[in-house]
């Protein structure tokens, strides 16, 4: 038995013929489909992208317990598993962050790796215009304002070096993969993994893909194929907002493209006979949707959340079906090994999907997503929760760890000073691990709050569902799953989650924490919440004085409104006569994106 997986970096799903979409042109996607069981509620655990990598070697919700960082020492690990019993295991891939602190100790779990470089912001050149602009931040570098633009100074130079397609990271690694599948044909026992980064932003390709979408010649605005991870502004139009969608199509489309040469591999060397193929993704992205572009700061909606899989399985042969079920990037590593005949760790908490392909059983009642130190999220397959932290418990948040590495940087020495050692995690194997403190989101959470939504009549998420029978039950689930995943107590604590949960409680609780977020200096008023978010944010970005003075003006500004609650206006108001022109703009720009809610 052989397995292929083909694995995207964030392929969102509403960007894929297979399910729906009727102007992205995805082939070879639809071809997928034809050959394989397409799953209709297949959805993220750990987010972003390393966390997404991490459940797919431990099959297990990691994101409660720590966030970005390499796989564990006492992590179990699927391809190190095959491995460990005599089945090849390869990765090939262009994503980079294998290569940093934050993702150094996955690739070695296989019995081989092959990278390519260039992806993104990657740091693998130092052209003339990366190093002088380097040398000439001097110790500025270390300043988040002006070292955030370094990886795109670093990916002009690495677009230097992709004049062609064939130069590309994504057609490199599919070549390499494509040579593995054809030395390998007639050998049994291996498991190849071909990932690409695409089509994670920046949404770059050639010319020959962007031609497919017309649409792109004419435009004229400023928008760029690297959207920021902030809402969309008031002057961004609809024009706007479909020129980034079709860069991303056009990137889709050559992912596409790249998959139909899988394919092909498959039907020349006749592996479907044998051979299981799996095309996943880590998640999606949002493109305007929400009014937000990216991921990472908003609760995971739909748009992020619910991702594409595709299976074809060479026992059962079934293809051109769909299932219903749901089913979790947890489940995957679980399903290869049992494919393998290999018995599954106890820690690992997916369930193999092969009796879902085969028997179309179900296999989970509910799965459970998030972003560290943010909303816990749930889903039974219609009922989708997201559980904000109280605003008197936001802090509440640890990190539990042997590696204490972020994406590109180890720890810091301060947050190392005040680490102590804690006892032993469920799945750490009776290792103590470190206990640090979390590092929050700049958007909070709780600007968006506890909300409820019913994918089956609001697929988009646009209209909250107030019904507190059901969240009361869902709230239940939701701790029984979290103490399955092994949450440590502070998280319960942190979403005001208990054991069990009543209508009552849940009204009571919702009551309680709007009271905590009004400000109490005008009695007796209302706040809408982006006014309560802005304020917060005022707290923190003003000195004391002036923030006393913004709410002793606030009054005035509503004169005549009285009745009418605080709005993020009458704040902005404040803050226009307060402010000189000059510091407004910047000031304006941060607060729209910390305060925004839903």
Not at 100 to 120: F, K, L, V
Not at 240 to 254: E, H, K, N
Not at 276 to 297: A, P, Q, R, Y
Not at 373 to 394: C, K, M, N
């Amino acid at each position: 038995m052989r397995t292929i997986m083909v694995m995207y970096d964030t392929l969102c799903r509403n960007f894929l013929s297979p399910y729906g979409n009727t102007w992205v042109q995805t082939p070879n996607f639809q071809r997928l489909a034809e050959k394989s069981v397409t799953f209709d509620t297949n959805y993220v655990c750990s987010l972003p992208c390393m966390p997404a990598r991490r459940d797919l070697h431990n099959g297990r919700v990691n994101f409660l317990q720590r966030d970005w960082g390499p796989l564990e020492p006492y992590d179990d690990s699927m391809p190190e598993i095959l491995k460990n019993h005599g089945i090849y295991s390869c990765l090939i891939s262009d994503h980079y962050h294998y290569w940093e602190d934050g993702g150094c100790t996955y690739h070695n779990r296989y019995s081989s790796w092959i990278s390519h470089r260039g992806q993104e912001g990657d740091f693998c050149r130092g052209t003339k215009e990366v190093v002088e602009y380097i040398t000439g931040l001097g110790s500025r570098i270390t300043d988040p304002r002006t070292a955030g633009e370094v990886p795109k100074v670093q990916d002009a130079a690495n677009r230097r070096f992709c004049q062609s397609e064939r130069e590309m990271p994504q057609a490199e690694t599919f070549a390499d993969g494509l040579a593995f599948i054809k030395e390998n044909r007639n050998n049994d026992n291996w498991f190849l993994q071909i990932e690409t980064f695409d089509p994670h932003e920046p949404f770059f390709t050639q010319k020959e893909w962007k031609d497919k979408y017309p649409e792109l010649a004419g435009y004229t605005g400023s928008k760029t194929d690297w959207p920021a991870y902030d809402p969309v502004r008031e002057n961004e139009t609809a024009e706007d907002i479909g020129y980034v969608r079709r860069l991303y199509a056009a990137l889709v489309s050559m992912c596409d493209s790249y998959l139909g040469k899988v394919l092909d591999a498959m039907d020349e060397y006749d592996l479907w006979k044998d051979t299981m193929l799996i095309v996943n993704t880590d998640h999606g992205f949002l493109l305007g949707e929400h009014d937000w572009w990216g991921k990472s700061i908003m609760p995971a909606y739909e748009e992020i959340s619910h991702t594409p899989l595709f299976i074809y399985d060479p026992v059962s042969r079934i293809q051109d079906r769909r299932r219903t079920q749901l089913t979790s990037a947890i489940d995957i590593p679980a399903t290869i090994l049992d494919f393998h005949g290999l018995e599954i760790p106890e820690d690992m908490q997916g369930h193999s999907l092969l009796p879902v392909i085969r028997e179309n059983q179900k296999v989970r009642d509910t799965a459970l997503f998030g972003f560290h130190a943010s909303h816990v999220a749930i889903t039974d397959g219609r009922y989708t929760y997201f559980r904000a932290p109280l605003y008197t418990q936001e802090s509440n948040c640890y990190e539990y760890t042997l590696m204490p590495t972020r994406m590109r940087r180890p720890y810091s020495v301060e947050t190392l000073r005040s680490a102590v050692l804690a006892d032993p995690l469920p799945n750490s194997k009776g290792c103590p691990v470190l206990k640090t403190k979390s590092e929050i989101c700049y958007v909070s959470p709780v600007n968006f709050g506890t909300r409820l939504f019913d994918v089956s009549v609001d697929p988009m998420q646009k209209k909250p569902v107030e019904d507190d029978d059901v969240e009361a039950g869902l709230s239940d689930i939701l701790y029984s799953e979290m103490e399955r995943a092994g949450a440590q107590p502070e998280q319960f604590v942190r979403l005001g989650l208990e054991r069990t949960n009543t209508p009552e409680g849940i009204a009571e609780l919702r009551k309680k924490e709007d009271l905590s977020q009004t400000p109490a200096f005008i009695p007796n008023v209302r706040w809408t919440q982006e006014a309560k978010n802005a304020w917060r944010a005022i707290q923190r970005m003003l000195p004391p004085e002036a923030t006393e003075a913004v709410g002793k003006m606030l009054p005035a500004i509503r004169a005549g409104h009285e009745d009418s609650p605080v709005t993020y206006g009458n704040i902005t108001g404040v803050l226009k006569r307060m402010l000189p022109p000059e510091t407004q703009p910047q000031l304006l720009y941060y607060l729209t994106l910390v305060a925004r809610a839903y």
